[in-house]
Protein backbone atom coordinates (compact mmCIF):
# COMPACT_ATOMS: atom_id res chain seq x y z
CA UNK A 1 0.00 0.00 0.00
CA UNK A 2 1.14 3.44 -0.79
CA UNK A 3 1.99 5.63 2.29
CA UNK A 4 0.12 8.24 0.85
CA UNK A 5 -2.98 6.88 1.17
CA UNK A 6 -4.76 8.46 4.71
CA UNK A 7 -8.45 6.67 3.94
CA UNK A 8 -8.61 3.50 5.27
CA UNK A 9 -10.67 0.98 2.85
CA UNK A 10 -13.18 -1.50 5.46
CA UNK A 11 -12.17 -3.90 1.96
CA UNK A 12 -9.08 -3.68 2.17
CA UNK A 13 -8.74 -7.24 3.37
CA UNK A 14 -10.83 -8.67 0.38
CA UNK A 15 -9.12 -6.29 -2.00
CA UNK A 16 -5.46 -7.82 -0.47
CA UNK A 17 -7.66 -11.40 -0.77
CA UNK A 18 -8.21 -10.79 -4.50
CA UNK A 19 -4.28 -9.99 -4.73
CA UNK A 20 -4.30 -6.47 -4.81
CA UNK A 21 -1.75 -4.30 -3.16
CA UNK A 22 -3.72 -1.59 -2.40
CA UNK A 23 -2.30 1.52 -4.70
CA UNK A 24 -3.01 4.98 -3.73
CA UNK A 25 -6.07 6.75 -5.31
CA UNK A 26 -7.26 10.51 -3.78
CA UNK A 27 -6.06 9.40 -0.65
CA UNK A 28 -7.98 6.02 -0.42
CA UNK A 29 -6.31 2.84 -0.59
CA UNK A 30 -7.71 1.22 -4.34
CA UNK A 31 -7.61 -2.17 -5.56
CA UNK A 32 -5.75 -0.51 -9.20
CA UNK A 33 -5.36 -4.41 -10.23
CA UNK A 34 -6.20 -7.84 -9.00
CA UNK A 35 -3.81 -10.84 -9.64
CA UNK A 36 -6.85 -13.25 -9.38
CA UNK A 37 -8.41 -12.18 -12.40
CA UNK A 38 -7.36 -10.74 -15.83
CA UNK A 39 -8.89 -6.76 -17.15
CA UNK A 40 -10.08 -8.54 -20.32
CA UNK A 41 -11.85 -10.92 -17.84
CA UNK A 42 -13.53 -8.07 -15.88
CA UNK A 43 -14.21 -6.20 -18.73
CA UNK A 44 -16.46 -8.69 -20.46
CA UNK A 45 -18.29 -9.36 -16.91
CA UNK A 46 -19.02 -6.08 -17.20
CA UNK A 47 -20.06 -5.93 -20.50
CA UNK A 48 -22.05 -9.32 -20.90
CA UNK A 49 -22.75 -9.91 -17.20
CA UNK A 50 -21.63 -7.81 -14.23
CA UNK A 51 -19.32 -7.19 -11.69
CA UNK A 52 -18.74 -5.44 -8.81
CA UNK A 53 -16.14 -2.66 -8.51
CA UNK A 54 -15.25 -0.81 -4.89
CA UNK A 55 -15.06 3.40 -5.99
CA UNK A 56 -15.30 4.48 -2.76
CA UNK A 57 -12.06 6.53 -3.06
CA UNK A 58 -14.57 9.45 -4.92
CA UNK A 59 -15.26 12.04 -2.03
CA UNK A 60 -18.67 11.97 -1.14
CA UNK A 61 -19.86 14.92 1.12
CA UNK A 62 -23.15 15.76 2.34
CA UNK A 63 -24.47 19.95 1.63
CA UNK A 64 -27.14 20.78 3.72
CA UNK A 65 -28.93 23.88 4.77
CA UNK A 66 -31.11 26.88 3.30
CA UNK A 67 -28.70 28.21 0.95
CA UNK A 68 -27.35 24.93 -0.36
CA UNK A 69 -28.74 24.91 -3.61
CA UNK A 70 -27.14 28.48 -3.97
CA UNK A 71 -23.74 27.27 -3.50
CA UNK A 72 -24.00 24.75 -5.93
CA UNK A 73 -25.57 27.30 -8.44
CA UNK A 74 -23.01 29.06 -7.95
CA UNK A 75 -20.26 26.41 -8.17
CA UNK A 76 -21.47 23.89 -10.98
CA UNK A 77 -22.28 24.14 -14.43
CA UNK A 78 -26.17 23.06 -14.09
CA UNK A 79 -29.47 24.87 -13.03
CA UNK A 80 -29.72 22.80 -9.61
CA UNK A 81 -33.16 24.54 -9.18
CA UNK A 82 -34.35 21.97 -11.44
CA UNK A 83 -32.86 18.66 -9.69
CA UNK A 84 -35.79 17.69 -7.37
CA UNK A 85 -34.96 14.95 -4.49
CA UNK A 86 -34.47 11.46 -6.07
CA UNK A 87 -33.08 12.84 -9.09
CA UNK A 88 -29.36 13.47 -9.56
CA UNK A 89 -26.66 15.39 -12.43
CA UNK A 90 -23.61 15.40 -13.79
CA UNK A 91 -21.85 18.52 -13.78
CA UNK A 92 -18.56 20.56 -14.06
CA UNK A 93 -17.06 22.89 -11.47
CA UNK A 94 -14.98 25.48 -13.14
CA UNK A 95 -12.14 27.88 -11.98
CA UNK A 96 -12.24 31.81 -12.84
CA UNK A 97 -10.76 31.42 -16.12
CA UNK A 98 -13.58 29.20 -17.25
CA UNK A 99 -11.45 25.92 -17.42
CA UNK A 100 -11.99 22.97 -15.87
CA UNK A 101 -11.15 22.07 -12.51
CA UNK A 102 -13.64 19.13 -11.53
CA UNK A 103 -16.72 16.96 -12.20
CA UNK A 104 -18.83 15.89 -9.78
CA UNK A 105 -22.44 13.99 -9.29
CA UNK A 106 -25.00 15.89 -7.57
CA UNK A 107 -27.68 14.05 -5.53
CA UNK A 108 -30.77 15.86 -4.45
CA UNK A 109 -31.49 14.17 -0.91
CA UNK A 110 -34.60 16.80 0.38
CA UNK A 111 -35.22 20.29 -0.06
CA UNK A 112 -32.25 21.63 1.38
CA UNK A 113 -29.68 18.70 1.91
CA UNK A 114 -27.98 17.11 -0.87
CA UNK A 115 -25.30 14.48 -1.49
CA UNK A 116 -22.10 15.69 -3.77
CA UNK A 117 -19.80 13.30 -4.98
CA UNK A 118 -16.20 14.51 -6.54
CA UNK A 119 -13.26 12.89 -8.24
CA UNK A 120 -9.74 13.92 -7.99
CA UNK A 121 -9.80 17.68 -8.70
CA UNK A 122 -10.51 20.65 -6.65
CA UNK A 123 -14.35 20.16 -6.31
CA UNK A 124 -14.90 19.63 -2.53
CA UNK A 125 -12.06 22.23 -1.72
CA UNK A 126 -13.94 24.61 -4.10
CA UNK A 127 -17.71 24.19 -2.37
CA UNK A 128 -16.22 24.11 0.79
CA UNK A 129 -14.87 28.36 0.04
CA UNK A 130 -18.51 28.82 -1.94
CA UNK A 131 -20.05 27.74 1.34
CA UNK A 132 -18.08 30.68 3.59
CA UNK A 133 -20.31 33.14 4.99
CA UNK A 134 -23.90 30.98 3.74
CA UNK A 135 -25.84 28.98 6.02
CA UNK A 136 -24.95 25.81 5.15
CA UNK A 137 -22.98 22.76 6.54
CA UNK A 138 -20.58 20.50 4.56
CA UNK A 139 -19.97 17.31 6.06
CA UNK A 140 -17.32 15.35 4.69
CA UNK A 141 -18.22 11.60 4.52
CA UNK A 142 -15.89 8.95 4.25
CA UNK A 143 -17.67 6.30 6.10
CA UNK A 144 -20.12 6.35 3.01
CA UNK A 145 -18.96 3.50 0.92
CA UNK A 146 -19.23 3.11 -2.91
CA UNK A 147 -20.18 -0.22 -4.81
CA UNK A 148 -20.68 -0.46 -7.80
CA UNK A 149 -22.53 -3.04 -9.17
CA UNK A 150 -22.59 -2.65 -13.38
CA UNK A 151 -23.88 -4.60 -16.55
CA UNK A 152 -26.99 -6.07 -17.82
CA UNK A 153 -27.42 -8.37 -15.10
CA UNK A 154 -27.49 -6.27 -12.39
CA UNK A 155 -30.74 -5.39 -12.53
CA UNK A 156 -31.88 -8.43 -12.74
CA UNK A 157 -29.58 -9.39 -9.12
CA UNK A 158 -30.77 -6.90 -7.35
CA UNK A 159 -34.67 -6.71 -8.01
CA UNK A 160 -34.41 -10.09 -5.98
CA UNK A 161 -33.90 -7.74 -2.73
CA UNK A 162 -34.93 -4.57 -3.74
CA UNK A 163 -38.29 -4.06 -4.69
CA UNK A 164 -38.67 -1.28 -7.15
CA UNK A 165 -35.10 -1.39 -8.36
CA UNK A 166 -36.35 -2.04 -12.14
CA UNK A 167 -38.53 1.35 -12.18
CA UNK A 168 -35.53 3.50 -11.37
CA UNK A 169 -34.86 5.80 -13.87
CA UNK A 170 -31.33 6.52 -15.44
CA UNK A 171 -29.42 9.22 -12.68
CA UNK A 172 -32.21 8.77 -10.57
CA UNK A 173 -31.73 7.59 -6.59
CA UNK A 174 -33.81 5.80 -3.98
CA UNK A 175 -33.27 5.48 -0.21
CA UNK A 176 -34.03 1.85 0.60
CA UNK A 177 -32.36 -1.46 2.44
CA UNK A 178 -29.96 -4.05 1.37
CA UNK A 179 -30.05 -7.29 3.26
CA UNK A 180 -31.35 -5.36 6.11
CA UNK A 181 -29.04 -2.75 5.71
CA UNK A 182 -29.78 0.98 4.66
CA UNK A 183 -28.37 1.92 1.77
CA UNK A 184 -29.02 4.52 -1.04
CA UNK A 185 -28.98 3.26 -4.32
CA UNK A 186 -28.37 5.02 -7.57
CA UNK A 187 -28.68 4.45 -11.16
CA UNK A 188 -25.19 5.84 -12.21
CA UNK A 189 -21.82 4.62 -13.09
CA UNK A 190 -19.01 4.96 -15.33
CA UNK A 191 -18.71 1.84 -17.69
CA UNK A 192 -21.58 2.71 -19.99
CA UNK A 193 -23.73 -0.20 -18.88
CA UNK A 194 -26.70 -0.52 -17.16
CA UNK A 195 -25.60 -0.09 -12.93
CA UNK A 196 -26.39 0.75 -9.62
CA UNK A 197 -23.72 2.00 -6.98
CA UNK A 198 -24.55 1.02 -3.87
CA UNK A 199 -23.80 3.78 -1.14
CA UNK A 200 -23.47 2.33 2.26
CA UNK A 201 -22.01 2.67 5.92
CA UNK A 202 -18.19 1.09 6.40
CA UNK A 203 -19.45 -1.53 8.81
CA UNK A 204 -21.54 -2.88 5.89
CA UNK A 205 -19.73 -2.53 2.97
CA UNK A 206 -18.43 -6.47 3.93
CA UNK A 207 -21.08 -8.25 4.16
CA UNK A 208 -22.60 -6.53 0.79
CA UNK A 209 -19.73 -7.29 -1.23
CA UNK A 210 -19.39 -10.84 0.54
CA UNK A 211 -22.96 -11.33 -0.33
CA UNK A 212 -23.27 -10.21 -3.70
CA UNK A 213 -20.52 -12.05 -5.12
CA UNK A 214 -21.21 -15.35 -3.03
CA UNK A 215 -25.26 -15.14 -4.98
CA UNK A 216 -24.22 -13.51 -8.14
CA UNK A 217 -21.53 -15.98 -8.43
CA UNK A 218 -24.41 -18.37 -10.64
CA UNK A 219 -25.28 -15.23 -12.78
CA UNK A 220 -21.35 -15.05 -14.03
CA UNK A 221 -20.65 -11.65 -11.65
CA UNK A 222 -17.36 -10.99 -10.22
CA UNK A 223 -15.48 -8.52 -8.79
CA UNK A 224 -13.49 -5.99 -10.75
CA UNK A 225 -10.20 -3.35 -10.24
CA UNK A 226 -10.31 -0.16 -10.65
CA UNK A 227 -8.25 -0.28 -13.64
CA UNK A 228 -11.08 -2.15 -15.30
CA UNK A 229 -13.07 1.53 -15.59
CA UNK A 230 -9.94 2.37 -17.98
CA UNK A 231 -11.37 0.03 -20.39
CA UNK A 232 -14.63 0.91 -20.63
CA UNK A 233 -14.48 4.87 -20.47
CA UNK A 234 -12.42 4.38 -23.72
CA UNK A 235 -15.68 3.11 -25.32
CA UNK A 236 -18.29 5.32 -24.13
CA UNK A 237 -16.54 8.76 -23.89
CA UNK A 238 -16.21 8.77 -20.05
CA UNK A 239 -13.23 11.01 -18.69
CA UNK A 240 -10.59 10.85 -15.36
CA UNK A 241 -9.12 14.00 -14.49
CA UNK A 242 -6.38 14.62 -14.68
CA UNK A 243 -5.09 11.57 -16.85
CA UNK A 244 -7.02 13.09 -20.16
CA UNK A 245 -6.36 16.94 -18.90
CA UNK A 246 -3.89 19.53 -19.94
CA UNK A 247 -2.44 19.05 -15.93
CA UNK A 248 -0.77 15.61 -17.43
CA UNK A 249 -0.08 16.71 -21.11
CA UNK A 250 1.08 20.46 -20.45
CA UNK A 251 0.58 23.34 -23.49
CA UNK A 252 4.35 24.30 -24.54
CA UNK A 253 3.41 27.85 -24.22
CA UNK A 254 0.81 28.21 -21.13
CA UNK A 255 -0.55 26.91 -17.87
CA UNK A 256 -2.61 23.96 -17.79
CA UNK A 257 -6.71 24.35 -17.50
CA UNK A 258 -8.93 23.14 -20.53
CA UNK A 259 -12.31 23.89 -21.25
CA UNK A 260 -15.39 22.66 -21.78
CA UNK A 261 -15.59 22.72 -25.31
CA UNK A 262 -12.35 21.39 -26.10
CA UNK A 263 -13.13 18.48 -24.13
CA UNK A 264 -16.72 17.71 -25.08
CA UNK A 265 -18.51 18.68 -21.85
CA UNK A 266 -20.17 21.71 -22.92
CA UNK A 267 -23.50 19.90 -22.28
CA UNK A 268 -23.26 20.04 -18.87
CA UNK A 269 -23.77 23.75 -18.66
CA UNK A 270 -27.34 24.42 -18.65
CA UNK A 271 -29.15 25.82 -21.21
CA UNK A 272 -28.91 29.46 -20.55
CA UNK A 273 -28.05 29.49 -17.14
CA UNK A 274 -25.31 32.40 -15.81
CA UNK A 275 -23.75 33.30 -12.62
CA UNK A 276 -21.75 30.28 -12.55
CA UNK A 277 -18.18 30.24 -11.49
CA UNK A 278 -16.08 31.26 -15.04
CA UNK A 279 -19.42 31.84 -16.94
CA UNK A 280 -18.10 34.78 -18.57
CA UNK A 281 -15.21 33.30 -19.77
CA UNK A 282 -16.81 29.43 -20.60
CA UNK A 283 -18.95 31.23 -22.95
CA UNK A 284 -15.88 33.90 -24.68
CA UNK A 285 -13.96 30.51 -25.03
CA UNK A 286 -16.00 28.84 -27.62
CA UNK A 287 -14.81 28.62 -30.72
CA UNK A 288 -11.43 29.08 -29.36
CA UNK A 289 -10.66 25.58 -29.19
CA UNK A 290 -6.67 24.81 -29.10
CA UNK A 291 -7.24 20.84 -29.02
CA UNK A 292 -10.21 18.73 -28.76
CA UNK A 293 -10.49 15.20 -27.19
CA UNK A 294 -11.82 12.53 -29.55
CA UNK A 295 -11.19 8.84 -30.38
CA UNK A 296 -8.79 6.55 -31.99
CA UNK A 297 -9.15 3.18 -33.87
CA UNK A 298 -5.80 2.15 -33.99
CA UNK A 299 -4.55 -1.45 -37.03
CA UNK A 300 -3.18 -3.27 -34.32
CA UNK A 301 -3.70 -5.89 -31.71
CA UNK A 302 -1.70 -3.90 -29.00
CA UNK A 303 -2.80 -1.61 -26.75
CA UNK A 304 -1.82 2.38 -27.16
CA UNK A 305 -0.12 3.63 -24.17
CA UNK A 306 -0.76 7.14 -22.40
CA UNK A 307 1.37 9.49 -24.32
CA UNK A 308 1.89 7.56 -27.32
CA UNK A 309 2.15 10.51 -30.19
CA UNK A 310 -0.34 10.61 -33.33
CA UNK A 311 1.35 11.97 -36.35
CA UNK A 312 -0.31 12.76 -39.56
CA UNK A 313 0.72 14.59 -42.81
CA UNK A 314 4.33 14.70 -41.15
CA UNK A 315 3.69 16.11 -37.90
CA UNK A 316 2.74 15.55 -34.77
CA UNK A 317 -1.43 16.23 -34.25
CA UNK A 318 -1.91 14.49 -30.89
CA UNK A 319 -1.59 12.53 -28.01
CA UNK A 320 -3.34 9.35 -26.66
CA UNK A 321 -4.44 9.71 -23.12
CA UNK A 322 -6.13 6.23 -22.63
CA UNK A 323 -6.11 3.33 -24.83
CA UNK A 324 -8.04 -0.46 -24.71
CA UNK A 325 -8.57 -3.39 -26.62
CA UNK A 326 -11.87 -5.19 -26.67
CA UNK A 327 -11.91 -8.97 -26.84
CA UNK A 328 -15.47 -8.83 -28.23
CA UNK A 329 -15.08 -6.73 -30.86
CA UNK A 330 -11.33 -7.33 -32.05
CA UNK A 331 -10.47 -3.34 -31.82
CA UNK A 332 -7.92 -1.38 -30.30
CA UNK A 333 -9.40 2.10 -29.17
CA UNK A 334 -8.26 5.08 -27.63
CA UNK A 335 -9.30 8.58 -26.25
CA UNK A 336 -6.94 10.98 -27.72
CA UNK A 337 -6.18 14.88 -27.22
CA UNK A 338 -5.49 16.43 -30.86
CA UNK A 339 -5.17 19.08 -33.10
CA UNK A 340 -8.56 20.45 -33.85
CA UNK A 341 -8.12 19.87 -37.86
CA UNK A 342 -7.41 16.35 -36.95
CA UNK A 343 -10.04 15.10 -34.59
CA UNK A 344 -12.57 14.62 -38.03
CA UNK A 345 -13.75 10.97 -38.63
CA UNK A 346 -11.35 9.41 -41.20
CA UNK A 347 -9.01 11.27 -40.89
CA UNK A 348 -5.71 8.82 -41.62
CA UNK A 349 -2.99 8.76 -38.87
CA UNK A 350 0.00 7.20 -37.58
CA UNK A 351 0.44 6.14 -33.59
CA UNK A 352 4.10 6.19 -32.70
CA UNK A 353 4.59 4.62 -29.54
CA UNK A 354 6.74 3.15 -27.31
CA UNK A 355 5.68 -0.35 -27.94
CA UNK A 356 3.34 0.05 -31.19
CA UNK A 357 4.04 1.72 -34.29
CA UNK A 358 0.81 1.18 -36.48
CA UNK A 359 -1.80 3.38 -38.88
CA UNK A 360 -4.53 4.19 -37.57
CA UNK A 361 -7.87 6.98 -37.94
CA UNK A 362 -9.55 9.21 -36.26
CA UNK A 363 -12.81 8.41 -35.19
CA UNK A 364 -15.73 9.58 -32.46
CA UNK A 365 -15.78 7.68 -28.74
CA UNK A 366 -18.79 6.31 -29.50
CA UNK A 367 -16.92 2.98 -29.71
CA UNK A 368 -20.14 1.10 -28.06
CA UNK A 369 -23.42 1.97 -27.57
CA UNK A 370 -23.72 5.65 -28.91
CA UNK A 371 -26.64 6.10 -28.68
CA UNK A 372 -26.63 5.70 -24.72
CA UNK A 373 -29.57 3.05 -24.88
CA UNK A 374 -28.17 0.29 -22.82
CA UNK A 375 -27.49 2.86 -19.59
CA UNK A 376 -30.78 4.51 -20.01
CA UNK A 377 -32.69 1.20 -20.64
CA UNK A 378 -36.25 1.40 -19.29
CA UNK A 379 -38.28 -1.65 -17.18
Same mark, same amino acid.
Given at each position: ??????? =??????????????????????? &? *???????? +????????????????????????????????????????????? +?????????????????????????????????????????????????????????????????????????????????????????????????????????????????????????????????????????????????? *??????????????????????????????????????????????????????????? =????????????????????????????????????????????????????????????????????? +? &????????????????? &???
Amino acid at each position: MSVMSWR =RSPLAERHRALGSSLEDWNGMET &A *WTYTASSL +PDEHEAIRTKAALMDVSGLRKAHLVGPHSHQVLQRLTTRDVRKIY +PGKSVYACVLNEAGKFTDDCILYRTGPNSWMTVYGSGTGLEDMGRESIGKNVAVLFDDDLQDLSLQGPLAVSYLEKHVPGIRDLKYFHHMQTTLFGKPVMISRTGYTGERGYEIFCKAEDAVGIWDRILEEGKAMGIVPASFTALD *WLRVESYLLFYPYDNSQMYPFETEGPGDTLWELGLDFTVSPGKTGFRGAEEHYRLKGKE =RFRIFGVLADTDQVLDAGDALWADGKRVGTVTCGMVSRATKRSMAIARMEVDAAKMGTKLEVRGKGVTC +P &AIAHPITFDDPEKKKRT &AVG
